[in-house]
Structures are given as structure tokens and as C-alpha cells.
């Protein structure tokens, strides 16, 4: 039988099927989703949580004339679908293919960017300001995880929400989970009406009621008259009594996966003015029993079989974040003033075996990055050694928190950035390419880039020794040697080494980039050329004895880095090396946004993979290129 899915190029074909249509479309959507997720990776159970929301959601609603706006971004697969791109839905994620997140260079359907998480309010609103002040009249709806709704900027927004009074709709997606269950007062809130049966007929009576009146255009007063009602007895009629304080108009909670009421509750609410909050609650996984049973491993998965379940790698070798959370736990044993801190990514950052070892000193703070690191710093100010462990992406967020509430009053939190570098398939927004920059011009941070699992051990060690902030920066996936082979448990801080001698130009990578000049360095050998390598360890501070003698040595450093080139380590290197009349030569990204592909697709895009470097170096052994771009 041909799927329905492949009728529909436009939100307009979908409006076409009959309502007896749609679970069969549902079907086919999860299907399509199951079968390119397992190919490629990326986010499915989020995706499956919400093909019934989304169908209803471009079935109420007129896009791209009415603006929808995603939050985080991960669950946009299906509208992916549903918006002109199901022929490139296999590409997704690929280099050269369609994105993981929307874009709005992609299509008009897209009409705000994301993939960090808690952005959706604000720019519904802003898109919904805009609106008003050009005159004009379409719906704006806001698509927000009760995850997300954990973030500050999501408080943020609401806030203004409320004092705009502007027509918006939020869509509250629930499913009880971020990437592992919810946490904190929200959770905890929306938990007690999702579950409670009394709620929902509660809620049945007064739909009733709206519906009832909205024949006559009175559904508005209807929901007037029930505000009025004192503060208990509209307990009573309307859960979500947070968000009407807020000034919100509050609906659910309606059953994410019932496809007529969906749709029903999204076309009453597209009629009504101000804004409005539709509280649907999903299960995360939906339609793949792998994926219900274990939401949090199918949050983002690896490509995977879809029989057996996710499949381990061929190679079974540990990964930066396992390194660090065992490293971590020998630490924490031995210091009981350790104590780790997640912005709701317990598991991507190695953190879960902490977790369950040191419940007491395990804090999952949720999507909120500002508030973790600036509790982080009053746990220091306190006597607690804080780790924050977080994304380099996410740490972005809260610059001014590691600058003014750590750093500035140089408190000992340890930051562990991982997933530094360059990502791979999930791209720009997920890139951890600028934290050189924006960290190393803090005073008193000390900045660092294990180039293995070993030096990450030995690192962390120096971190909780050293008494004032410490930020270390690791790549995602698989790391290089992990035992120590002997070496001391601990480093100094500011020290690199010597990992190669030469004498007509001197590789100083960092990080992940050690290994690649290394490479880079024995190929240039097989052509007959003597190029060191260092192993520069900190970003900050520089090791600088070590560089004037190698640059006094070979008359070139060749700096190496995953980082942008602006304001990162080779710009220290040059910064320090300019007025000695050293020739500095930097490798990293330039000055623009990379997109999504593969790691190694990637580093070779970026010229910073071995035969790139190797490259560089004759080029600029020849004179061929001025001192650093
Ligand atoms: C600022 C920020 N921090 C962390 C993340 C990583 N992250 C991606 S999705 C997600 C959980 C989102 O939960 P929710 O909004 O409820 O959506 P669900 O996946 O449950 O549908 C997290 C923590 C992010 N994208 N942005």
C-alpha cells in the first residue's frame, strides 16, 4: 500500500486527510522515524513523543503564516516531515543534509533556530511583538518540553508573557522527562494535575463549558467568568493555576497521543486572544517498546538496530565523560568536599555512577546553566569543592557566572567541559568550539585540554588540588590511552611537554589536536622533515618558557586547535610570542559557524586533521603563508 506520508508535501496536504486518516499516518511517520534514526543517530524518543502533537499542530494551525517555534529544537523531526522535506528526511544530520534542529536557512517553516534548550518563549514573544507592531494578524505558538520549561530564560520569558498580553500560545509538551526525569518544583507541579484523574474531568467540565459557548462566540466569556471565581473554587475547575497567575489562559491536560483532541483543543485555542498555554502530556518513545521502556538512552542515540536495540560499538573503548567519571569517583572517595553538578545531563556528562555512589552530593539543578554554576559557586564559598560538569556549548550560558560569581572572587569550582570541539552530526548549535575564547581572559581561571584519557586523570587531579577556579575542556567520543602507564597521578599547572624534538618548526597543539600533530609530525618525517611537537596542555596559564625555547630553537610554532582561531590558544601563543619576534603560525576554525557532518568530515573541513596540518607546515616552512591568518 503507498504511504500517506508521501501525499503530503505541505501542511495544506495534510489538512486534506480525513481525521480517520491520521493514525495511520502517525504509523507511518513513526515508522519513517525508526527507520532513519537507527540509520543516522539523533533524537528518537522525543520525536515519537510528539507526532500526534505535531500533526495537530500543523493541522489547527497555518504555517508558515502562522509562526511555530520549537524549543531546543530535537523534537522538529516530524514537522521536518510534514514541511516539504520528507525526500531529504534521510540525509538528515549527514554533511550536505538536512539539519537536526530547525534552521531558517532550511525552509520557511523554520522560523526561529535552536538546539539550545529554553529559547522558545522569549522568541515567540518577540516574533509575536513583531507582529503587533507591523499591524499584522497570525498566531504565534511556542513549543516548550517541560524540560526546557526548567530553564531560567523560560521564568524569563514568562514574566513578560504575562505583561505583554499579547496573543501567544505556549505548548506545553510533558512527558515527565529532560533527558532523564524531570527535576524540581516544575516537575514536581505539572506532575501533580498530569496524574491526578480528579483533574481531568475537572478540566473535561469546563471544555465543556468553552465549547459549549463557543458556537456563540462566548467561549471567552465563559473562561472570563471562571477567572473571576475566587482563587480556591478556580483551583478547583482549572489546574494549571500557576501559569493563570502568570496571566496565562490555561488548557489540559489534554492527551498528547488522542489525535481528535488535540486537534480540537489547538483550533479552539488558535480562535481565542491573549496568551494561552496548552498543556499536552506525551510519553517519551511512543510506538517503539525499546524506546518507551528507556527513554533516556533513545533521548539521542547512536545509529542502532532496530530489532535488537542499540548495538555497542565494535570497539569497546572508554570515552572522554566515562574517563572523567572514574577519575571523579577516586577523587571524591578520597575528598569528601567533592561534590558534582548537572545542568540536567547526568548521563552525557559521565555524572550517573557519581550519582548513584554520592546521592548527597549529587545535584541535577536541571536545563538551567547560570543557576548550576552560580550554586556551584556558593557551594564553594561554603568549603565544597564543586565540579560543574557540562557541554561547552551549554557553558556559554553562563559566562557571566564564571566570570563574576567564581571567578572574580576566585572560588574553587572545577569546570569539566565536555564535548569540546567539534561535535559531528549534531552541529553549529552544538559545537564546542569558542570556550578558549571566552574563557581565557578571565583572571585567575586556570585553563586546560587533556590530549588523552590519561592526562584527563592527571588533570582532574591538579583541578581539586589547585585552590581557585579550573576549567578543563575534552572532546566527545572515544579517548586515546586512558592508563596512566606509570606517570604521576597529578600535573603541574601551566606545564606542557616536549613530545617530539625538531629543529625547522615546532607543532604545539592542544588537546584534541595532539594527536593529529603527532600524526602530521611523522608524515612531514617521511618527508624527510625534523618538526616537533609539544603537548601544550593549558590554554592558560601558557607554559611560555617551553615555547621560547622551541621557538627560539626552529624560528616557527605551528599552533594547533579545535577552537576558533579568534581570541583562542594560538592568539595567546601570538599575544605572548609577537614582541619576541617569534613566527607564529595558528591552525583552528575560522571565522565562521561550522556546519553538521561527521567529526572527521569535520577536522578535515576545518584543516586541522593530520594531512592538513602536515599541509600547513611545509607551506609555512617555505614561507609560503604570513605569520598566522
Ligand atoms: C541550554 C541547554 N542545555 C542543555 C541542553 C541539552 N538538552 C537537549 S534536549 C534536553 C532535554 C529536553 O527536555 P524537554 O524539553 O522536556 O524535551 P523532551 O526531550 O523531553 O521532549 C536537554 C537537557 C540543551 N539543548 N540546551
Redesign the pocket.
Known sequence: MSRLLDTIDSPRDLKRLSAADLPRLAQEIRSALIETVSMVGG?L??NL??VELTIALHRAFDAPRDRIVF??G??AYVHKLLTGRREQFGTLRRRGGISGFPRRCESPYDVFGT????TSISAALGIATARDLAGEHYQVVAV??????T?GMAFEGLNQVAERDTDLVIIL???G???SP?VGAMARYLQRFRLDPGYSSAKRSVEGLVRRYDRFGLGNHVLDAVEKLKDGAKSLFLPGMLFEELGLRYFGPVDGHDLDELTRTFEQVRRLKGPRIVHVVTQ?GRGYRLAEEDAESY??CKPFDVDQGQLDPPVPQKTYSEVFSEALAGLAEADSRIVAVT???CV?TGLKPFARRFPHRFFDVG?A?EHAVTFAAGLAAEGWRPVVAI?ST?LQ?AYDQVLHDVCLQGLPVVFCLDRAGLVGSDGPTHHGVFDFSYLRHIPGLVVGAPRSGAELKRMLAAAFAHDGPFAIRYPAGAAEETESNGRPSTLEIGRGEVLREGSQATLVAVGSCVGAAQAAADELAGDGMQVGVIDARFVKPLDTGLLEDAGRLTGLLVTVEENVLQGGFGAAVLEWAAPLGIRVHRLGIADEFVPHGSQTELRQLVGIDADSIAQAVRHAVAGRVSAGP
Do not use: L, T
Open positions: 533524537h524518543a522525543p513523543g510528539v524549543d531546543v530535537h523534537q538546539g539550545h534548550g529554553s516548550i518540553g517541560d524540560g526546557a520549561m530553564g509538551n510533558d512527558n522527562m529532560s533527558i524531570n517519551k533521548h539521542g545542568a540536567a545531563m552525557g536545563m546553566e557541554y551549554f550560558r
